[in-house]
């Protein structure tokens, strides 16, 4: 009877952790999109000459942007990425605006979260 409460007790403990690094990496996701659209906003507004027409399209591809990130976030199903994924999304959101908007290389996390990945196909 203790061996299958301890097995239990187990098993609530992990679904928990995983929930929990889920909701981590759902806020990560999340946060990163808000800074994209901060630093979209940001770039808008010391552009004068931007047609309205152009604004819905760059309203798509900050939505398209934001996409990307949650399809990250969405690797809970393999638990090792989590962690990973998460520290990818957070390294990004770390950036200042311009190398955020303008970088031509990954994150050390998020390079490390490519290698992982890559495992699963993903």
């Known amino acids: 009877m203790l061996r299958k409460g ?4 187990v098993f609530v403990l992990s679904s928990s952790q ?5 909701k981590e990496l759902n806020d ?3 946060h990163l999109c808000n800074k994209v659209k901060v630093c979209i906003q940001k770039e808008i507004s010391m552009n004068d000459d931007i047609p309205a027409s152009m604004m819905g399209m ?3 591809m900050v939505g398209e942007m934001c996409t990307q990130f ?3 976030a969405e690797v809970h199903e393999f638990q090792d990425l989590v962690e990973p994924a998460t520290a990818c999304l957070n390294s ?3 950036r200042d605006c311009d190398t955020l908007m ?3 290389e990954e994150t050390q996390a998020c390079q490390d979260y490519q290698k992982m ?6």
């Open 6 to 9: 301890l097995l239990v007790s």
């Open 18 to 22: 995983v929930l929990a690094g889920a």
């Open 28 to 30: 990560a996701a999340n």
């Open 58 to 60: 760059v309203e798509n």
């Open 70 to 72: 949650t399809s990250i």
């Open 92 to 94: 990004m959101a770390a």
């Open 102 to 104: 303008n970088a031509d």
């Open 117 to 122: 990945a890559d495992k699963y196909g993903n």
